[in-house]
């Protein structure tokens, strides 16, 4: 087993993402501390490892406190006399938009899902200083690099986890401390629940594998970055996405392509016709003209010389 032995403190263990990680280490053999605010969802994950033959207990942690957090890694010491893994996964919503945001909202996402990793990795320093190792890993999240509507405090949570987490692993490495963040995109949590069909369905049009993540597969993620299979791993941002995409490629289906240098032809495109220019009075330089299936006209310049094939690839792919 890949982590027998181990002890692992995860935070918001007590639904979601953190209780299929809670689950998962417990698998392959880690001592497992569920830490969540609620004292009974963390309670019936604990009892859920321990059904399964594994070894938990539930801690009710408030991650923003710091008095709280200590208590909890005093206990964790206290029974399993170490800390081998933190996984900073506790996290809140409390989207609005800029103009509409309370300064307790922002302040409350910022003091969870921000300071709330400060404060746990923090608190387990000493000890993984004193064993001469350890592994923290954090909970960021794709907006933090794509930004999201509505979401000021998150992203900037978020965001500012994963700067964190490289100055601790510069800070942390030579002492045999390794420090990554996990990135997921879009999983199916309590979190998008609430998220109307017919927007769940656009934001999907945005993976490459056109489906919601699951906790389990964030869990083994999490699983590996942990293990010694990722010992070279260290400052490290790993996207467990889907393939995320920034923007949404246009269709375009090559039906035709042609070298012109007329640009009375190109007015009259049908969708998905793709040209070669020449270097003309219009265009400076040798390129693609193409129209989209939604009827919009583009222009690539192309430098070099490719065969017509290659070009309509390259021009799809734009």
């Known amino acids: 087993m890949r982590m027998e032995n181990k002890v692992a403190i995860i935070t918001g263990a007590g639904r979601g993402i953190g209780r299929a990680t809670a689950l998962r280490y ?16 963390a309670k019936n994950v604990a009892d859920e490892v321990g059904a399964k033959g594994g070894n938990a207990f539930a801690a009710q942690a408030n991650v923003a406190d710091r008095n709280s957090v200590s208590e909890m890694v005093q206990e964790t010491v206290g029974r399993y006399g170490r800390v081998d893994i933190l996984v900073n996964n506790a996290g809140i919503l409390r989207d609005a938009q800029l103009r509409k945001m309370t300064e307790e909202n922002f302040d409350g996402v910022i003091d969870v899902n921000l300071k709330g990793v400060f404060n746990c990795a923090q608190a387990v320093i000493p000890v993984m200083l004193e064993q001469g ?18 979401q000021t405090n998150y992203v900037a949570a978020k965001a500012s986890v994963t700067g964190m987490t490289k100055v601790w692993a510069r800070e942390l490495g030579r002492k045999g401390i390794r420090v990554n963040v996990v990135s997921p995109g879009i999983i199916r949590t309590r979190m998008t629940e609430g998220i109307p069909e017919k927007v769940m369905a656009k934001l999907l049009e945005r993976v490459a594998s056109n489906r919601l993540g699951e906790p389990e597969e964030i869990a083994n993620a999490y699983l590996w970055l942990a293990s010694d299979e990722a010992s070279y791993v260290n400052g490290h941002t790993l996207a467990v996405d889907g393939g995320r995409l920034f923007k949404k490629t246009a269709s375009i289906q090559i039906t035709e392509i042609e070298e012109v240098d007329n640009e009375e032809v190109f007015g009259s495109f049908d969708p998905g016709r793709v040209c070669v220019c020449k270097r003309s009075a219009r265009f400076s330089s040798r390129g693609l003209f193409g129209r989209n299936s939604n009827g919009t006209f583009q222009w690539k310049p192309c430098a070099g010389l490719y065969s017509y094939s290659a070009m309509g690839q390259l021009f799809k792919s734009w």
Do not use: P
């Open 133 to 150: 190792s350890g592994v923290i890993l954090n909970a960021s999240s794709v907006v933090a690099a794509y930004g999201n509507f509505g």
């Open 26 to 41: 417990a698998e392959e053999g880690a001592r497992v501390v569920v830490a969540d605010i609620d004292q009974d969802g």
